[in-house]
T-cell receptor
Framework: QKEVEQNSGPLSVPEGAIASLNCTYS??????FFWYRQYSGKSPELIMS????GDKEDGRFTAQLNKASQYVSLLIRDSQPSDSATYLC?????????FGPGTRLSVLP | KAGVTQTPRYLIKTRGQQVTLSCSPI?????VSWYQQTPGQGLQFLFE???????NKGNFPGRFSGRQFSNSRSEMNVSTLELGDSALYLCASSTARQGLAYEQYFGPGTRLTVT
């Protein structure tokens, strides 16, 4: 079992829709969780961090964490073509970051 | 506040050579981590330095090494380059203190091509 798993996609959603990205992890000792966005040819850019169970909202983005089920998700409301990118989930099982393979999101105009 | 900077941005080396990459973290950040990103393996953790000490290390051979200076700037070195070392090397900085994981901010990366 991989430490961090994500659907590779591509996930295609129409402009204005909600995009839902999911991530599962294997180490129950993980305490910090992050979502990064990476455009093609660029470096990852931090979108959200979440440390406690529940939801955390920041603008159009909502991160959801459920430690009992070992998953973290990212919702993007009112998706825009500029949101088209690869979204990386990062987990910290041993205080270092472990990244998932990423989900490619395509927002269709 | 200036972001993470990495030099050089692009590098072409020959098999068997060695290379040194440099990273300057965000001002005030004392933790610097290095990652290798390839299409096949994704983003993989190399090592982390905090206050000039290696705090964590990923599963890479000893040809990959690093260090951190008193001003938090960091370098990584790859010796005896192999074709498989061709990748994007990313540096990330954080305010992380001992035992805690805080947000990491990435630099633009160094694209290394080994021929």
């Amino acid at each position: 079992q991989k430490e961090v798993e994500q659907n590779s996609g591509p996930l295609s959603v129409p402009e204005g829709a909600i995009a839902s990205l999911n991530c599962t992890y294997s180490d129950r000792g993980s305490q910090s969780f992050f979502w990064y966005r990476q455009y093609s040819g660029k470096s990852p850019e931090l979108i959200m961090s979440i440390y406690s169970n529940g939801d955390k909202e920041d603008g159009r983005f909502t991160a959801q964490l459920n430690k009992a089920s070992q998953y973290v998700s990212l919702l993007i409301r009112d998706s825009q073509p500029s949101d088209s990118a690869t979204y990386l989930c990062a987990v910290t099982p041993r205080k270092n970051f472990v990244f998932g393979p990423g989900t490619r999101l395509s927002v269709l105009p | 506040k200036a972001g993470v900077t990495q030099t050089p941005r692009y590098l072409i080396k020959t098999r068997g050579q060695q290379v040194t990459l440099s990273c300057s973290p965000i001002s005030g950040h004392r933790s610097v981590s290095w990652y290798q990103q390839t299409p096949g393996q994704g983003l993989q953790f190399l090592f982390e330095y905090f206050s000039e000490t290696q705090r964590n290390k990923g599963n890479f051979p000893g040809r990959f090494s690093g260090r951190q200076f008193s001003n938090s700037r960091s370098e990584m070195n790859v010796s005896t380059l192999e074709l498989g070392d061709s990748a994007l090397y990313l540096c990330a900085s954080s305010t992380a203190r001992q035992g805690l994981a805080y947000e990491q901010y990435f630099g633009p990366g160094t694209r290394l091509t080994v021929t």
